[in-house]
């Protein structure tokens, strides 16, 4: 799918031939969350468009204080789309951020901080062109219950395809029986796959909003599912998990369901990932490919893969950035936690997958998921692999072909393959001493920023908090 304008004669023609109402203006926050605003298209004229719309940034969690809180959104006119879900005709574009006191983008939006990532690797005079695939998983739910207070912590979620309804009343309408099971959703054919009509209306709409869609699946777990859609350079990338999560969200929404990326909803069954497809490129060629090597992989390919995992505390911190990413990273779940590489082999943390020709020959990390900030997760993907090549190389445990989640954690130190950190506290901790190569997209301050605010927001108030199990494994101690 091309896109839908290039300049703004053209959008003003693009909402012209669509009698476009409304213009909403998206920006991302640092948990990856997408904002908008909207204005009448008759109070947005090309002044606007060029210079930037303004707003409060103060509002926003952890950036600016309340004294320094104007700021600018900067559109960028051709991420222009039309919204398939608002009943007046609404185009949406993408926006950075502009930070008016230093005039420049602001160091805190994580859009501007990818294009520091590319603008980096480019003037490393590495390559030209970075591509990233992501692939991310979710799951369709019919309820979700939440209680968080002082004396009761629970939550439930409820599927017509989940094993706990076996037994379930739905009334003149029947139990009807047919459930993927646990760990049985990869993928079996109507009626067990009861999704297949909404993940279709997904697709469709994805390719409304310019995202070329390749294929749509059942996923391993009960109520999980998957869309693949065709690879784009970094920054349209992460454009595009913006759209495919708003628009997954709101499909499943439209039809009384609820859709969730978060990486370990359920107990005992598989999570939510966000393998990423990587590679760069120079003048037309693919750097990482290099025939007649191990799955034809150039050693560009392999320094790449080592700063990755050189740096794995750090990146992680930002690829999977929640206490609940660690549930799924878990042994026995096709959890891609250890940090070797394989052809073809989904138990590595980086899958070389199968294609003999240049063009599509590439890295596949499995270990991130989609509580994520695209744009931050890719920079520090793209960033630890560029530290990687400026290196020559760092030491890389591999190719490992056997299927590395038959072996027992001795094992593995004994083989001394690493893993990924234990913890998101673990990931953090890690990043507070080791940052110094992410220096070309983000400076000590916002490290230290990020650090704490993922501290307050996510790793404290979860330790604190006691769960059902604790209360089995020691209330009666």
Not at 18 to 31: A, C, S, Y
Not at 201 to 225: F, N, P, R, S, W
Not at 450 to 459: I, K, L, N, S
Request: glycine letters at 6%.
């Amino acid at each position: 799918m091309g896109k839908f304008v290039n300049n703004l004669t053209e959008f003003n023609a693009f909402c012209d031939e669509n009698e476009v109402e409304f213009i909403d203006f998206r920006f991302t926050d640092i948990k990856g969350a997408w904002h908008h605003i909207s204005y009448r298209r008759s109070a947005v004229d090309d002044a606007m468009l060029e210079n930037g719309v303004p707003f409060d940034g103060s509002s926003i969690e952890n950036w600016q204080p309340i004294n320094q809180s104007d700021m600018l959104l900067k559109p960028d006119v051709p991420t222009a789309f039309l919204d398939p879900f608002t009943a007046d005709s609404t185009v949406i574009v993408i926006c950075d951020v502009y930070d008016i006191y230093k005039n420049e983008l602001y160091a805190k939006c994580p859009r501007s901080i990818a294009k520091k990532a590319l603008k980096a690797l480019e003037e490393a005079g590495v390559a030209d062109a970075a591509y990233f695939g992501p692939e991310n998983e979710f799951f369709i739910f019919d309820d979700v219950k939440i209680t968080d207070a002082d004396n009761e912590q629970s939550f439930k979620v409820e599927s017509d395809e989940g094993h706990w309804a076996d037994a379930a009343d739905y009334g003149e309408y029947g139990n009807m029986g047919h459930r993927p099971r646990i760990k049985g959703g990869y993928f079996p054919v109507m009626p067990t796959d009861s999704t297949v009509d909404l993940r279709a209306e997904m697709m469709q709409v994805l390719e409304e909003v310019g995202i070329e869609v390749v294929l749509g699946h059942h996923e391993v777990a009960q109520a999980q599912a998957e869309i693949g859609v065709v690879f784009s350079d970094i920054i349209t990338a992460a454009d595009n998990v913006q759209k495919y999560k708003y628009v997954v969200k709101m499909v499943a929404h439209l039809n009384g369901k609820t859709a969730t990326f978060m990486p370990k909803p359920i107990y005992n069954d598989n999570g939510n990932g966000m393998h990423v497809h990587q590679s760069l490129w120079k003048d037309g060629k693919n750097l990482f490919y290099k025939e007649g090597e191990y799955a034809n992989l150039s050693k560009t390919a392999l320094d790449y893969l080592s700063g990755i995992f050189k740096h794995k505390e750090a990146v992680a911190a930002f690829t999977n950035p929640s206490t609940n990413s660690y549930k799924r990273l878990l042994p026995g779940f096709e959890a891609p936690r250890i940090l070797t590489y394989s052809s073809q082999n989904r138990s590595a943390a980086c899958r070389i997958p199968y294609g003999a020709g240049e063009k599509s020959t590439r890295i596949e990390t499995r270990f991130p998921d989609s509580s994520s900030c695209p744009y931050l997760a890719f920079s520090a993907l793209m960033i630890a692999g560029l530290d990687g090549i400026k290196a020559g190389g760092y030491e890389l445990v591999g190719p490992v072909n056997e299927d590395l989640f038959e072996l027992t954690r001795d094992e593995l130190r004994e083989r001394k393959i690493p893993e990924l950190p234990n913890s998101f506290r673990e990931a953090l901790e890690g990043l507070e001493k080791d940052h110094e190569f992410l220096a070309p997209i983000m400076d000590s301050d916002y490290i230290k920023e990020y650090v704490d605010y993922m501290f307050e927001r996510h790793v404290i108030p979860v330790e604190g908090r006691p769960t059902a199990y604790e209360y089995i494994s020691t209330y009666s101690c």
